[in-house]
């Protein structure tokens, strides 16, 4: 159920409104006849996020990984060679 209501009528009658969210209403609040926010239920998600996870097995295929052979110029020379070009 979605009730809609003016920010004064809100202001002015907080806990009746509060009530109604409690028992599962959804409030739409209005500005000069144009939404500008809404209050639901609260939902507790936390129980769900806290769910243990069983472990994941790794990925046992890393030695079949190929990485690039070490460069035989020092980072640091590398460096005053481009310093050098300008």
Avoid: C, W
């Amino acid at each position: 159920m979605v009730i809609s209501v003016k920010v004064g009528e809100l202001r002015n009658h907080l806990s009746k409104y509060l009530k109604r969210v409690r028992q599962g209403a959804e409030v739409v609040i209005t500005d000069r006849d144009t939404p500008v926010g809404r209050v639901v239920p609260y939902e507790n998600h936390e129980r769900e996020s806290l769910e243990l996870m069983a472990p994941q097995k790794g990925y046992s295929g890393l030695a079949d990984l190929s990485f690039p052979k070490p460069s035989s110029i020092s980072a640091v020379d590398e460096l005053l060679r481009e310093r050098r070009k300008r």
